[in-house]
Nanobody, 127 residues
Framework: QVQLVESGGGLVQAGASLRLSCAASGRTINSSPMGWFRQASGKEREFVAAISRGGSSTYYADSVKGRFTISRDNAKNMVDLRMNSLKPEDTAVYYC????????????????????WGQGTQVTVSS
């Protein structure tokens, strides 16, 4: 079992930056592809970014490409999401997710690829 805890959310103005962190415990995540998803009020949870096991490959939703950066530190069992140039439409609860190396098929943007989820952290961007 892997436990994931997100932190770093908050209320910021448009154009500001935030860094979300995801701390994993229970076992190492260095064999797990990792992802960030978000869910705005009244909407479905959507893919934001993903990173491969070793960190050499990263993937982003078109809506955040060029503004968000996902990174991981396997030695610290952590994954970060750096968010720049935030917009009001980025307002959502952000979730960290870990895929199981046993079941992962490579479709990084699909929620059902991820086995473990954090409780989420709220990001609110005011205009």
């Amino acid at each position: 079992q892997v436990q994931l805890v997100e932190s770093g959310g908050g209320l910021v103005q448009a154009g500001a930056s935030l860094r979300l962190s995801c701390a994993a415990s229970g076992r190492t995540i260095n064999s797990s592809p990792m992802g960030w998803f978000r869910q705005a009020s009244g909407k479905e949870r959507e893919f934001v970014a993903a990173i491969s096991r070793g960190g050499s490959s990263t993937y982003y939703a078109d809506s955040v490409k060029g503004r968000f950066t996902i990174s991981r530190d396997n030695a610290k069992n952590m994954v970060d999401l750096r968010m720049n140039s935030l917009k009001p439409e980025d307002t959502a609860v952000y979730y960290c997710a870990a895929a199981s190396s046993t079941y992962y098929t490579g479709t990084y943007y699909r929620r059902n690829e991820y086995t473990y989820w954090g409780q989420g952290t709220q990001v609110t961007v005011s205009s």
